[in-house]
């Protein structure tokens, strides 16, 4: 745009670009919080199906009958579980008793760095899933923790967890098989593994301490 | 309006003589992130080409009401503003790709094809033009990007098209390899990207330099690549 007439002053040329800016700022809010305001229920609605997506995946529905996504327990940060931030647990009940947990824990020996997990623990002690829900690992080298990314389809890795408690496995046999304990591992690729199982075996622990205390706390 | 010849000149343009990935190498952050496979480097190419064909439709609407002194930061508000829709729009109804995109959907204002074209083409020429102009040079980077994921995906994991169940439900991706090909790793990584990438920006020089012989013109050198991230 070339200015035919006379050169603006300092001044009116600053008022002029300021008002000009403001109104473009106002309008672009107003749209910006009217798509908000139209697409929030269907965000809300999309993350909440999400995540019992990703809790039914490490506890299938028939174990429980209550509000899964209303019964929780927010927890402060806990070194135990290896948390440095506050995490949700939901509590399943079957017909008001409790029945089982779903927690969050966090792997921190990663071999490239933390790897978040989704763990399911019954009222007896035993797993009933273990899911990856974060993690840097290799691809195509540790990210076989991930079952999307197992080559083994039918028998993912993460699912020998399952069914298992600190009763049928004893504390030293929570290792990899190259440690001496009872999980297998892929040649090559024993770092990812060995912290999820060292990272399984530490939510078990904290919730045969805690048990109680997590399924009564309001 | 726009004439037929006009948008086929435009067209031409975008998708083949100044192409955003093969030519001016623009975008090269999301290019290599998210080309791992087909899908998603099909998908973060459809979001640019809304944000392209939206943002240069809007600038050249609002152009006569931009001050020359002030216009780059109104561009960028406008792109940005149209980032973020597309951005909460996908979150609320294709949450899954959503989640597989992740931050390269609010980083396409990064992308400097966007704020290139707008400054270059939507701030001098009509709205028509300028929503052509966006989508076309979108497409240019659509038809690149998917060929390069998918031939990242092919060599590197042996499928096709996984992940497609993110977007349409109930499809499946193919195994175009035998189920115990071993995967190429390097082409999944980000240095895959690059190499794959010199391949193809080659594969159109050769092209042109043919065409070129055939004519018995000299052989234009490739333009220059400019670059940012």
Same mark, same amino acid.
């Given at each position: 745009m070339i200015h035919?007439?006379?050169?603006?002053?300092?001044?009116?040329?600053?008022?002029?670009?300021?008002?000009?800016?403001?109104?473009?700022?106002?309008?672009?809010?107003?749209?910006?919080?009217?798509?908000?305001?139209?697409?929030?229920?269907?965000?809300?609605?999309?993350?909440?199906?999400?995540?019992?997506?990703?809790?039914?995946?490490?506890?299938?529905?028939?174990?429980?009958?209550?509000?899964?996504l209303?019964?929780?327990?927010?927890?402060?940060?806990?070194?135990?579980?290896?948390?440095?931030?506050?995490?949700?647990?939901?509590?399943?009940?079957?017909?008001g008793a409790p029945a089982a947990l779903v927690l969050e824990t966090v792997a921190p020996d990663g071999y490239s760095g933390k790897i978040r997990l989704l763990v399911g623990i019954r009222f007896d002690g035993s797993i009933t899933g273990v899911r990856v829900t974060q993690h840097k690992e290799t691809p195509g080298l540790g990210d076989y923790i991930d079952p999307k990314k197992d080559k083994n389809k039918d028998r993912p890795w993460i699912t020998q967890f399952d069914?298992?408690?600190?009763?049928?496995?004893?504390?030293?046999?929570?290792?990899?098989?190259?440690?001496?304990?009872?999980?297998?591992?892929?040649?090559?690729?024993?770092?990812?593994?060995?912290?999820?199982?060292?990272?399984?075996?530490?939510?078990?622990?904290y919730v045969a301490e805690n048990r109680d205390k997590l399924y009564a706390a309001k | 309006m726009i004439t037929w010849t006009e948008t086929k000149e435009i067209f031409h343009n975008g998708a083949?003589?100044?192409n955003s990935s093969l030519v001016q190498m623009l975008g090269m952050c999301p290019l290599l992130a998210m080309t791992t496979s087909l899908v998603n480097g099909f998908m973060l190419s459809m979001a640019t080409i809304i944000v392209m064909a939206l943002s240069g439709f809007v600038v050249a609407c609002l152009r006569n009401f931009i001050a020359h002194e002030i216009r780059i930061p109104v561009f960028i508000m406008i792109a940005a503003a149209l980032v973020t829709v597309v951005d909460l729009s996908m979150a609320a109804y294709m949450h899954d790709m959503y989640n597989i995109l992740g931050i390269f959907i609010p980083l396409i204002i990064t992308n400097c094809i966007v704020l290139a074209r707008i400054?270059?083409? %939507?701030? =001098? @020429?009509?709205?028509?033009?300028?929503?052509?102009?966006?989508a076309f040079m979108g497409v240019g980077m659509l038809w690149t990007l998917s060929l390069l994921g998918g031939l990242r995906e092919l060599i590197g994991a042996g499928t096709l098209f996984s992940g497609i169940e993110a977007v349409?439900?109930?499809?499946?991706?193919?195994?175009?390899?035998?189920k115990d090909y071993p995967g190429f790793l390097v082409t999944i990584l980000p240095p895959?990207?690059?190499?794959?990438?010199?391949?193809?920006? %080659?594969? =159109? @020089?050769w092209i042109e330099a043919r065409a070129a012989a055939r004519q018995h013109r000299p052989v234009p050198p490739p333009l220059a690549a400019g670059g940012c991230h």
């Amino acid at each position: 745009m070339i200015h035919k007439t006379k050169p603006l002053t300092a001044t009116t040329m600053a008022s002029r670009t300021a008002v000009i800016l403001f109104i473009f700022t106002i309008g672009f809010t107003t749209v910006l919080a009217g798509v908000y305001l139209l697409t929030k229920p269907a965000i809300d609605a999309s993350s909440a199906q999400e995540k019992m997506r990703s809790i039914g995946e490490v506890l299938p529905p028939s174990n429980y009958d209550n509000e899964l996504l209303t019964d929780t327990l927010v927890l402060p940060p806990t070194a135990e579980l290896g948390l440095d931030d506050v995490s949700t647990v939901y509590r399943a009940r079957l017909g008001g008793a409790p029945a089982a947990l779903v927690l969050e824990t966090v792997a921190p020996d990663g071999y490239s760095g933390k790897i978040r997990l989704l763990v399911g623990i019954r009222f007896d002690g035993s797993i009933t899933g273990v899911r990856v829900t974060q993690h840097k690992e290799t691809p195509g080298l540790g990210d076989y923790i991930d079952p999307k990314k197992d080559k083994n389809k039918d028998r993912p890795w993460i699912t020998q967890f399952d069914g298992l408690s600190l009763d049928k496995v004893a504390p030293h046999n929570w290792k990899v098989k190259k440690d001496g304990g009872r999980f297998d591992s892929t040649a090559g690729a024993t770092i990812s593994p060995r912290a999820v199982v060292k990272a399984v075996a530490k939510a078990l622990n904290y919730v045969a301490e805690n048990r109680d205390k997590l399924y009564a706390a309001k | 309006m726009i004439t037929w010849t006009e948008t086929k000149e435009i067209f031409h343009n975008g998708a083949w003589k100044q192409n955003s990935s093969l030519v001016q190498m623009l975008g090269m952050c999301p290019l290599l992130a998210m080309t791992t496979s087909l899908v998603n480097g099909f998908m973060l190419s459809m979001a640019t080409i809304i944000v392209m064909a939206l943002s240069g439709f809007v600038v050249a609407c609002l152009r006569n009401f931009i001050a020359h002194e002030i216009r780059i930061p109104v561009f960028i508000m406008i792109a940005a503003a149209l980032v973020t829709v597309v951005d909460l729009s996908m979150a609320a109804y294709m949450h899954d790709m959503y989640n597989i995109l992740g931050i390269f959907i609010p980083l396409i204002i990064t992308n400097c094809i966007v704020l290139a074209r707008i400054e270059a083409f %939507a701030a =001098k @020429n009509g709205p028509i033009q300028s929503l052509f102009d966006g989508a076309f040079m979108g497409v240019g980077m659509l038809w690149t990007l998917s060929l390069l994921g998918g031939l990242r995906e092919l060599i590197g994991a042996g499928t096709l098209f996984s992940g497609i169940e993110a977007v349409i439900p109930g499809l499946q991706g193919l195994q175009i390899f035998p189920k115990d090909y071993p995967g190429f790793l390097v082409t999944i990584l980000p240095p895959g990207a690059f190499i794959i990438l010199a391949f193809l920006v %080659a594969w =159109k @020089n050769w092209i042109e330099a043919r065409a070129a012989a055939r004519q018995h013109r000299p052989v234009p050198p490739p333009l220059a690549a400019g670059g940012c991230h």
